[in-house]
Structure formats: structure tokens, C-alpha cells
């Protein structure tokens, strides 16, 4: 089902074009996409259905899980304080945690700031416990016969500090709920309650709770995995870390969200924030590497063919879901699929990707394969990096990587590999050269059904090589000094 209005460089036709050929990779039970232009929402795809027993289809007004594109949210809730003078983004997360505690692993160290948080530098750990490594949902939700537990019940003690504040991106749900419990604890208000009273109502999205309320749970869809004999039901569970992930809601409802970020802070139905900290937010504040657009208050940043994006993904057992904006272009898209693995892969991102190029009126974009090798800085760019101390900082690329990853030479190509020993891993991915950076890389991930993503090696003060810098997330890794080169 496709409707649409006058789309200019996206008709419906290229829309099911392009959204068909996710599908073909990623096959789903149910996906809902979106077009945001001029305010509202232009243009809605739906495929299959939002529950397969019933054969319910989905619509725009089937509510999803969005998971991690919470965090935005939450974000926003943040910056609404702050402009009200209750909230210090510099000033230590502590003097507004109330409920538990952060415990920094060593003294001595500077206090993780609420900044710190919105952009994943606090050091806050991942994953509670070692335990929560072994279990499906990393720890992060519970079963739905039990109340999810309280945050006291929930982190005990505290919350551990696992690296020094301002030194090492680390994404972090725990850190997002931490935020969440911020909100609560400043505005003196259940999180949900003033989510529903200061956002979700002055945009109109009044299909979207933080809990399985009765706003969401009649159209709530069914999650899936695909296994050996086709689409199997996931065991729904309840998010306990909720500022990170928690928000149900439909297209229709994340179009006014969307249209509200593109529209400087305000849609067709009331005003969140002020334009300008919108902007603020969409700002760079952690940049490892000026080649690389780096990460905003909540937001990830990108960029397409010159356009400025900023979006946000979620992953949720049986649930994916896409946000990608060109704020200044007033254009978003946005997808949610009801099926998928605890894990990156699914369709969404590729249809995200897909349909804001052809909007923007922009061709594919593919790796070059006519920029000159450089095989004379090789020899300074091969060697192992590594992520660091701190397992339970950054358990998932750990668990897909191993301890970091590996440069170097195979079939005089430049590639970079893997330390897990797992074949796929440790074949590797070709580093593919860009004009006039010889530090400067792409790796080319068509066969995943995203877009190139940049890899730059960063040089210390005598020119040697001391760490590599990627653009899939802001994820830094450290030369090992006892490399051979």
C-alpha cells in the first residue's frame, strides 16, 4: 500500500522500487515507511502485516517499539530543563541523580557531566554484569508476568564508571536511563507522565507512550524472528532501561516527531524546544576526527552528497527501526520493521538510506575504484588497534571484532579485519583510497545494503600513526605500540 502525494524527485513507483530491494535482502513480517516534507508527512508504504495470525496489515497507525531512537526523546526532554535554567549540561550528572548512584571505578577521576551522557562519552558501562552478557536481551529488559524492576532494584549500589569521563565514546543504554531518571528526578515527574504532558501531546502524537498504555497496546504489532521454518513470535518482553528505549508508537505519530526536528523545534500541532537549541543539539560535540561528521546531543550525524543529516536507529528483539533527517532541507524519512535479530541487520536503515537519496535527487553512492593505491604509506598504516580496557564498556563490537581489529596487506590490497576467529570476520573488508588523503579510507558495505562508510587513521605529533577513527559510529581505537609494522 503506497500513498503519496507529489513527491518531485520520488514518485510511489521508485518509492516500492527502492524499499523492494531492502525487502529482497531483508525480508520482514510488516514494515511502515514515512516521508516528511514541508511539515507533514507526504507520503506512507506499507508492507505485509502487523500481526501474521491475524493478518492485521500494517498502517501508518501500527504501533512499533521504536527502541533506541528513544534516546532522542529523552534528549529533548533534557534540553527542555536545561532552557528552563534546571538543568547545567556541564555540571556533574550526579547533582541531579537522586534515585541511585554513579561509582567511578578509580578516584580521582572528573565527574561524568550530563553532556557526557548525551553523547556517550561518560564511561558508563553497557552492560550491568558479566551475567547480563549471556542473556539475549543483554540484561535490558524483563519478563512481562513480573513489574519491571524499580531503578533502585535495578542497579543496586550504582552504576558503574568503567573509564574515565571524556576520554572514550562508548555507547551506552544504561547511560540513557540514567538521563530518563534525570528527567524524573528535576521535573519531580514520572518520566512517562512527562514525556505524554511535554512532548508526545503538544506534537499531537497521541498513539505514543513510554508504557504499554491503552494509547499503544491494541495496535501494538507482533515481533518476529526468521528462522528455519519462516517467521517465528519473539518472547515480548518489558525494556527496563525505558529513557533509552522504551517509546511505542506508529509512523504517524514519529512523522509529527520528525516534522517537528526538521521544523525548528515545532510541527502543525505546537512547539517542543526553541530553534536554536535544535540546531545546538544537531551540532557536532564529540568529533574524534574533523574528516568525520562525528556525534550530536543524542543524534548521529551524517552526511549525503553535501546534505547535512542527523538521525537516530533502534534495535529491539523481533522490532528495527530508522530515522534519517536532512534538517536543512525539511526532508525526513523514516521505517519500523516488526521482524529482526537482536542486532544491526535489517531492513530500515537500507530503505532510510535509499529513499533520502532519491528524494535528494542523488545517485547511488558507490566506492570509486579509479583513485590510485598508495602503497607507501602501508607499512605505517598496518598493525593491530585496540578498543581499549573495559569489556563491559563496549560488549556488542567486542563480541563481532574480538579485542579490536587488524590492518593490513592481502592480494597488494590494503584491508582491515577482525581479531574474532570467525571467518567472515576475519576475511575483512578493503580499505578503498580517496583522493588527496592518504590517511583517509572507505569501506564499501552495498552487500549489507547501507551506504560507504569513512575509516580515517589519525597521526601523532611526529607523524606516526596512533589510532583509526570510523564513520559507522564514532568509535575510536588505539595503535597497539607493540606492533610490528
Request: proline fraction near 7%; charged fraction near 25%; charge should be neutral.
Amino acid at each position: 500500500m503506497v500513498t503519496t502525494d507529489d513527491l518531485d524527485t520520488l514518485d510511489a513507483a521508485d518509492l516500492t522500487t527502492r524499499v523492494d530491494a531492502a525487502l529482497n535482502r531483508w525480508p520482514t513480517a510488516g514494515l511502515a515507511v514515512g516521508v516528511v516534507r514541508d511539515g507533514s508527512l507526504t507520503c506512507f508504504h506499507g508492507h505485509g502485516v502487523a500481526d501474521v495470525a491475524s493478518g492485521v496489515p500494517v498502517t501508518a497507525d501500527t504501533v512499533f517499539r521504536v527502541a533506541s531512537i528513544t534516546k532522542t526523546v529523552t534528549a529533548i526532554a533534557v534540553m527542555q530543563l536545561r532552557d528552563r535554567r534546571l538543568i547545567d549540561l556541564d555540571a556533574p550528572a550526579a547533582r541531579y541523580l537522586r534515585a541511585y548512584r554513579l561509582i567511578p571505578a578509580r578516584t580521582g577521576w572528573p565527574p561524568a557531566t550530563v553532556r557526557h551522557l548525551l553523547t556517550h562519552m561518560a564511561g558508563v558501562r553497557a552492560v550491568r554484569t558479566p551475567a547480563d552478557l549471556l542473556r539475549s536481551d543483554m540484561g535490558w529488559g524483563a519478563a512481562r508476568q513480573r513489574s519491571a524492576p524499580s531503578p533502585v532494584d535495578y542497579y543496586g549500589r550504582g552504576l558503574r564508571i568503567d573509564v574515565e569521563p571524556g576520554t572514550r565514546w562508548a555507547y551506552s543504554n544504561h547511560g540513557y536511563a540514567v538521563l530518563g531518571q534525570i528527567v524524573e528526578d528535576v521535573a519531580q515527574t514520572p518520566l512517562a507522565a512527562y514525556l505524554r504532558e511535554q512532548v508526545f501531546d503538544p506534537l499531537g502524537m497521541t498513539s505514543t507512550d513510554l508504557t504499554r498504555s491503552d494509547r499503544v497496546r491494541s495496535h501494538l504489532a507482533t515481533g518476529y524472528e526468521i528462522g528455519r521454518h519462516g517467521l517465528r513470535a519473539v518472547t515480548d518482553r518489558e525494556i527496563v532501561t525505558v529513557g533509552a528505549s522504551g517509546i511505542f508508537s506508529t509512523l504517524r505519530d514519529m512523522a509529527r516527531f520528525a516534522a517537528a526536528l526538521v521544523g525548528g523545534g515545532r510541527n502543525d500541532h505546537g512547539r517542543v524546544l526553541a530553534a536554536d537549541t535544535l540546531t545546538e543539539m544537531f551540532a557536532p560535540h564529540h568529533q574524534p576526527d574533523p574528516r568525520l561528521a562525528g556525534m550530536g546531543l543524542a543524534f548521529f550525524r551524517g552526511e549525503v552528497g553535501g546534505h547535512r543529516t542527523v538521525g537516530h536507529d533502534g534495535i529491539w528483539k523481533g522490532f528495527r527501526s530508522d530515522m534519517l533527517l536532512a534538517p536543512d532541507d525539511g526532508l525526513g524519512v523514516l521505517a519500523f520493521a516488526n521482524t529482526g535479530y537482536f542486532d544491526p541487520r535489517g531492513a530500515p536503515t537500507p530503505v532510510t538510506q535509499a529513499l533520502l537519496r532519491g528524494l535528494l535527487g542523488l545517485p547511488d553512492d558507490v566506492v570509486r575504484a579509479d583513485v590510485p593505491e598508495r602503497p607507501e604509506v602501508w607499512r605505517q598504516l598496518c598493525g593491530r588497534y585496540s578498543f581499549g580496557s573495559g569489556v563491559l564498556l563496549d560488549p556488542q563490537p567486542r563480541m563481532v571484532l574480538g579485542s579490536g581489529v587488524e590492518v593490513l596487506v592481502r592480494d597488494d590490497r590494503l584491508v582491515i579485519r577482525g581479531r574474532m576467529p570467525i571467518p567472515a570476520v576475519r576475511r575483512g573488508l578493503r580499505l578503498h583510497p580517496v583522493p588527496d588523503d592518504p590517511d583517509l579510507f572507505r569501506l564499501d558495505l552495498a552487500g549489507l545494503g547501507l551506504e560507504p562508510v569513512p575509516v580515517a587513521f589519525a597521526r601523532g605529533p611526529r607523524g606516526e600513526v596512533t589510532a583509526l577513527h570510523t564513520g559507522l559510529l564514532p568509535i575510536s581505537l588505539t595503535k597497539r605500540p607493540d606492533t610490528r609494522p
